[in-house]
C-alpha cells in the first residue's frame, strides 16, 4: 500500500487564498470522500476558545503526544479538562494543545480556516483523481486528494512558516507527477519542489 506522494502546488501568505485554491482542487476529484479530516495546533487560550465554537465535538488533546506529560508522582497526565467552560487560567497552564476532527465535507472548513491562529494545521480532503489510462494516471483510493499545511511547507506537519501550503497527493506512478503539473496549472500555479511523503 505504502505513503501518497504529496506534490506542493500552491504557496501563498494569506490562508483564505490558499483555502480557496485547495477548495477548488477538491472540486476537481472524480470522488471526495464524504469527511474532511481538520488538525490544528492552538497556542492560545483565544486559539482554543475560537475552535471550540466550530468544532464543539472534536478532541482536544496536548500538542505533543511523544513528550507526554508527568505529575508529581512520575504518573502519566492525560488531559481531561472540558475545554468550553474551563476558566482561561487553568487552560492557559496546558497549553500548547491540538485538535483533531473528521467533519462532512464541505461543513465547517471554511470556518475553521477564520479561526486558525498561529499553529501549524491542515485540512486533508481524500478521493480518486480522475483516471487518464493513456497517461498513466490511475486512481488510488489509498493515495489520492488535496491537503493544505497552514504555516508549514511539509505534508508531514513539520516546522512553522510564515506562508501556507496546497498538495496534491497520489501514488507514485510514472503519471503522478504530469498530473500534479496539470492540476497546478489549473489554478495558476506549477509544482514547487520535490514530491513528499504524503499520508
Not at 516546522?159 to 500534479?180: P, Q
Request: net charge negative; proline share 4%.
Amino acid at each position: 500500500m505504502g505513503n501518497s506522494r504529496a506534490y506542493p502546488v500552491f504557496q501563498s501568505t494569506d490562508a483564505a487564498t490558499a483555502y480557496e485554491q485547495a477548495k477548488h482542487l477538491r472540486t476537481l476529484m472524480a470522488k471526495c470522500e464524504a469527511k474532511a479530516a481538520l488538525y490544528a495546533e492552538l497556542r492560545t487560550v483565544e486559539d482554543v476558545r475560537q475552535m471550540v465554537a466550530v468544532l464543539p465535538e472534536a478532541d482536544f488533546d496536548y500538542f505533543d503526544y511523544l513528550d507526554m506529560r508527568t505529575g508529581p508522582a512520575g504518573e502519566h497526565v492525560w488531559f481531561d479538562l472540558d475545554v468550553a467552560t474551563v476558566g482561561a487560567a487553568a487552560l492557559e497552564a496546558h497549553l500548547p494543545l491540538d485538535v483533531s476532527a473528521d467533519v462532512p465535507t464541505g461543513t465547517v472548513e471554511e470556518r475553521f480556516v477564520a479561526v486558525l491562529g498561529q499553529g501549524i494545521a491542515d485540512i486533508c480532503w481524500r478521493g480518486l483523481w480522475p483516471e487518464r489510462l493513456e497517461a498513466e494516471q490511475y486512481a488510488s483510493a489509498n493515495h489520492d486528494g488535496v491537503q493544505i499545511v497552514f504555516h508549514g511547507e511539509r505534508a508531514q506537519l513539520n516546522g512553522w512558516t510564515e506562508h501556507h501550503t496546497v498538495f496534491v497527493h497520489g501514488c507514485s506512478n510514472h503519471g503522478a507527477l504530469t498530473r500534479a503539473q496539470e492540476l497546478a496549472a489549473l489554478i495558476g500555479s506549477k509544482v514547487l519542489g520535490e514530491p513528499q511523503l504524503g499520508w
